[in-house]
C-alpha cells in the first residue's frame, strides 16, 4: 500500500471515530423534558405491583459505628412504619412522620422524612405526582445535566453538574429509578441517595442501601438484608 493510500486509511479511520465520539456525545447529552421522566418513574413504580413491602435493615448514625436492626413496613397509599430498638419508632402517615420511644409523646419529625419512603409507600401515582412534588421542593425543572452515580448513569433535574448547593433529584437515566435527592431543611442541605438498585437482595424493589447526608455529612447509613412483598399489615400497624 502506498503511503498515500495508508495517510487516506488513517484520516478516514479517524473521521469514523470522531463521528461515534459525537454520536455517543449527543446521546448522552439528551435530557428529556421532566414530565416524560416523571412519567417513566411512575410506570416503572405501577409495574412493580407492590402496595405492601418489608424491608429488615441494618443501621448506624452519626453518634454510632454499631449498627441496629430495624424493620421497615411500607404501605400504599402512603404509609410507613419504622421499628427500631428499644421501643423506637416512626410513623409516617399522610406525608407527615412522627418519632415515639417507649411511652413518651410522639415528636413531630423534619418535613423530609417522608421522602426516604415515598416512591416505595405509594403506588398507581400518576407522573404528574412527582412533577408536582419537585416544584414544591424548590427544584429548578428548567435546569438540568448529565451525571455518574455509583457507575450509573444520571438525569439531574434542578442543577448543574458542579452544583451541589441546591434542591435536586437524580434519577437513573435507563432505569428511571431514583437516585438522589437533595432538600433545603431551613438553612440545611438534606441529601438522600439510594445506592445499589439491582442487588440480589432487593433488584428493582429497593436499593441495597439508603443513606442520608446533612451539609455534606453522613447522618445515618442502612443497609438492606431483606425485602418481602405482600406481608399482612393491618392499618393499626401504622397508628400515633
Known amino acids: 500500500m502506498s503511503a498515500v493510500g495508508s495517510q487516506m486509511n488513517r484520516v478516514v479511520a479517524i473521521g469514523a471515530v470522531m463521528v461515534g465520539l459525537l454520536t455517543a456525545a449527543t446521546v448522552l447529552a439528551y435530557i428529556p423534558p421532566p414530565d416524560f421522566l416523571s412519567g417513566r418513574m411512575a410506570d416503572k413504580r405501577a409495574r412493580m405491583k407492590f402496595r405492601r413491602l418489608q424491608v429488615t435493615m441494618l443501621c448506624r448514625d452519626d453518634a454510632s459505628a454499631t449498627e441496629r436492626k430495624e424493620l421497615l413496613y411500607l404501605k400504599a397509599p402512603g404509609l410507613v412504619r419504622r421499628q427500631g430498638p428499644a421501643g423506637e419508632l416512626t410513623i409516617c402517615r399522610q406525608g407527615k412522620c412522627f418519632r415515639k420511644q417507649g411511652e413518651a409523646k410522639p415528636t413531630r419529625l423534619p418535613a423530609w422524612s417522608y421522602l426516604p419512603y415515598l416512591y416505595f409507600a405509594e403506588h398507581g401515582v400518576k407522573g404528574s405526582r412527582y412533577t408536582s412534588l419537585f416544584k414544591s421542593l ?103
Request: glycine content about 8%; proline content about 4%.
Open 138 to 240: 424548590g427544584i429548578d425543572l428548567k435546569v438540568d445535566t448529565v451525571s455518574r452515580f455509583h457507575s450509573r448513569q444520571a438525569v439531574i433535574l434542578g442543577a448543574k453538574n458542579w452544583e451541589r448547593d441546591r434542591p435536586q433529584f437524580w434519577l437513573d437515566k435507563e432505569l428511571y429509578l431514583p437516585l438522589r435527592l437533595m432538600v433545603r431543611d431551613a438553612s440545611a442541605l438534606v441529601d438522600i441517595l439510594w445506592i445499589g438498585w439491582g442487588s440480589k437482595t432487593g433488584g428493582d424493589w429497593f436499593p441495597d442501601r439508603i443513606e442520608i447526608r446533612i451539609d455534606g455529612a453522613v447522618t445515618e447509613t442502612c443497609r438492606v438484608t431483606e425485602v418481602k412483598s405482600g406481608v399482612s399489615m393491618p392499618d393499626s400497624l401504622f397508628a400515633w
